[in-house]
């Protein structure tokens, strides 16, 4: 197991990173830093922070390999999406015209074009999302066929059953 060791370079360092930060998360992992450098323990540190312990040493190393950019950046972003709001209704448009006249659409299908339009896969809930974000709904076929017969008519057409005699 490698063991780093803090110089006071490296405390400066992070001091700095702790008075410019402002984010609570980054502040919490730049804390885990501090306490190593002042010669804590990682027991003492995952106490104290209330982080495993192999994250501890994880953030650790990744300082010594990384430098403090990485411990200090945001690691999660929003809005991954692929096209804006009004691209995904000029790109649903073609689909409302056929809804409009009548065809049934396939799910599939439109996830094909999709994923061809944005040049790489992308995964089942994605278009089911683009599409919930622009108010489409699953309609259900009816329940029953509009031309069906009345119960009467169908009791009617059945056979007559000759009763037993007993």
């Not at 370079?9 to 609570?24: L, S």
């Not at 922070?49 to 200090?72: A, C, K, N, W």
């Amino acid at each position: 197991m490698k063991k780093y060791t803090f110089t006071a370079e490296h405390a400066a360092e992070i001091e700095a990173a702790r008075r410019a930060n402002k984010d609570k998360k980054i502040e919490a992992r730049l804390k885990v830093l501090a306490l190593r450098a002042d010669g804590k323990s990682l027991s003492d540190i995952t106490e104290i922070t209330g982080y495993h312990r192999s994250h501890v040493s994880g953030l650790i190393r990744q300082y010594f390999e990384e430098g403090i950019t990485t411990i200090t950046q945001k690691h999660y972003g929003g809005n991954h999406r692929n096209m804006s709001e009004a691209e995904e209704a000029a790109f649903l448009a073609a689909y409302i015209q056929q809804a409009e006249q009548g065809h049934l659409l396939d799910v599939r299908e439109i996830a094909a074009a999709y994923e061809e339009k944005v040049g790489h896969p992308i995964g089942n809930s994605q278009i089911y999302r683009v599409l919930h974000r622009h108010n489409w709904r699953k309609v259900m076929p009816r329940s029953k066929h509009p031309n069906k017969a009345s119960e009467e008519v169908i009791e009617a057409s059945k056979k007559l059953i000759p009763e037993s005699k007993s």
